[in-house]
């Protein structure tokens, strides 16, 4: 399981975007998001790099926890 802290994720359409960015990198990837504590748990068979990459290019920074 990652963990990443994305700051600017803010509201649900934030949530779709990182799921839909995660899942371009891994379809059967398992996104849980809390808005409240501005992070996202994974679980993917994908790596940490691949995944933060994934979300940056997508427009959501995020540090691994």
Not at 1 to 7: G, T
Not at 11 to 34: F, L, N, P
Request: hydrophobic share 45%; with cysteine; charged share 25%.
């Amino acid at each position: 399981m990652l963990k990443f802290s994305v700051p600017d994720m803010s509201c649900g359409h934030c949530v779709g975007a990182i799921t839909k960015a995660v899942k371009e990198i891994d379809a059967t990837a398992k996104v849980d998001a809390d808005l409240d504590r501005q992070t996202v748990s994974i679980e993917t068979l994908a790596g940490a790099d691949k995944i933060a990459k994934a979300l940056d290019d997508a427009g959501y920074p995020a540090t691994i926890q």
